[in-house]
């Protein structure tokens, strides 16, 4: 069975860190392009980060540039995403997705594979 699942979320004051993991099985995730969305209540769901699969190009939404890190570990089939400086509108359900190829997309509708999701709750 193909399955993705997230974990690494929490609840975190503002300016702090948590670092998400998407580990795959069944599948090397090596093949595929990764995503990581987030849902929060009453918005819609948004694309975060991205990260393609031939040469680790990566992609991140204008809101958590310069605060978020996508990166790949291929020997553990694991895609992290390092959030620090988190704000409260960070706050959200986090999902990972992945679609076979090289090429990352933002559209939600491009994936393949979903996880269960990991809430991530910013709060003091």
């Known amino acids: 069975q193909l399955q993705l699942v997230e974990s690494g979320g929490g609840l975190v004051q503002p300016g702090g860190s948590l670092r998400l993991s998407c580990t795959a099985s069944?599948?090397?995730?090596?093949?595929?392009?990764i995503g990581w969305f987030r849902h929060a209540p009453g918005k819609e769901r948004e694309g975060v980060s991205f990260?393609?699969?031939?040469?680790?190009?990566?992609y991140y939404v204008d809101s958590v540039k310069g605060r978020f890190t996508i990166s790949r570990d291929r020997a553990k089939n694991t895609v992290y995403l390092q959030m620090n400086s988190l704000k409260p509108e960070d706050t959200a359900v986090y999902y990972c997705a992945g679609r076979w190829g090289s090429n990352w997309y933002e559209r939600a509708d491009e994936y393949d594979y979903w996880g269960q999701g990991t809430q991530v709750t910013v709060s003091s």
């Open positions: 990260i393609n699969s031939s040469d680790d190009n990566t």
């Open positions: 069944g599948f090397a995730l090596v093949y595929y392009a």
